[in-house]
């Protein structure tokens, strides 16, 4: 993974989100390099699949939670009922922010995928994990590392952000 090479200047304006993309990236073609395009190409055929992957997540969460509450078959209010739910919703959050990681990459916002950007999804990944995690069933050294983990992904994301404040006009 390449960190943000300083190619923010040439770039346009993250609030400048009235030019389509596909317009946005016809004025840029011509500035890029072969594997700049490769990265372009590529980050947009990966947005899409993962746009029909969220989509077809959301139907699928749909289909399954609104029957089953409509009917009353679950209480959503019960612990594990309640688990699996958010599990499922923290799991298309992930995803979103993964979709968004890469949207940023096929604007040219930034240059392939970002450090502090895996470093969150990874954050977002083991929360989600404590959230379904059965307590009961999971060992001690088990809670302890996924805690660790936890703990050093806050610092690296901390540093990284701190890093990104000193460096930031």
């Known amino acids: 993974m390449r960190v943000n090479q300083g190619r923010e200047s040439a770039m346009p304006s993250p609030r400048r989100s009235s030019v ?3 317009q946005e990236t016809r004025e840029h073609w011509p500035l890029m390099n072969h594997y700049e395009r490769f990265e372009h190409v590529v980050a947009f055929i990966l947005s899409l699949i993962i746009a029909v992957v969220i989509a077809l997540a959301m139907l699928q969460l749909l289909a399954r939670v609104v029957p089953v509450l409509l009917s009353g078959a679950i209480d959503p ?9 958010f599990g499922m919703i923290m ?3 992930i995803a979103l922010e993964f979709k ?3 949207i940023r990459v096929a604007l040219r916002r930034e240059s392939i995928v ?5 470093v969150l999804i990874a954050l977002l990944a083991l929360s989600r994990k404590f959230i379904v995690l059965d307590s009961k069933a999971t060992g001690a050294e088990t809670i302890a590392a996924l ?3 936890t703990l050093v992904l806050g610092v690296v994301y901390w540093l990284l952000r701190e890093r990104e404040d000193r460096l930031s006009p």
């Open 114 to 118: 970002q450090v502090k950007t895996v």
């Open 91 to 93: 799991t298309l959050l």
């Open 100 to 102: 968004h990681s890469i």
């Open 77 to 85: 209010l019960d612990h594990e009922v309640f688990q699996g739910l």
């Open 20 to 22: 389509p993309l596909l």
């Open 147 to 149: 805690a660790f983990a």
